[in-house]
């Protein structure tokens, strides 16, 4: 458990958030938007990649790379940080590598925002 009581998880940091956020139904309503973003985006990056759209699949990874700290464990803001690097001059190759390393973290955070939501 958090110092808050609430459940400990591998990718969420409740603790980090709430600190940035201040409260519990701010927190709520941005967890709701990062978990649509999310829905949105991680099928999305996938779909450019396998078109080698690396300018579209930077620019959401980009977006993710932004609002990730403000929610996560540092290890995770670092693996989205350097796929995002990756994205920035690599190949469509590369970055496919790399994103198929990182997309099943993101889809884990997804399940660890609906258990935190619960």
Known sequence: ???A????FEFLDVDRAL????DVAALHEMLDMLQAS?????????QLLSQGDVKGANRLLH???GFIPIFCTEP???????VEQISKAGSAADIS??????????QKLQAEIDAHMV
Do not use: F, N, W
């Not at 999310?38 to 996938?46: C, S």
């Open 1 to 3: 458990m958090t110092s």
């Open 5 to 8: 009581g609430m459940q400990e």
């Open 19 to 22: 600190e940035q956020i201040g």
């Open 38 to 46: 999310l829905d949105r985006d991680l099928p999305q990056i996938r």
């Open 63 to 65: 977006a993710i790379k």
């Open 76 to 82: 995770l803001c670092a693996h989205v940080a350097s």
């Open 97 to 106: 590598a790399a994103y198929a390393l990182l997309e099943p973290k993101l």
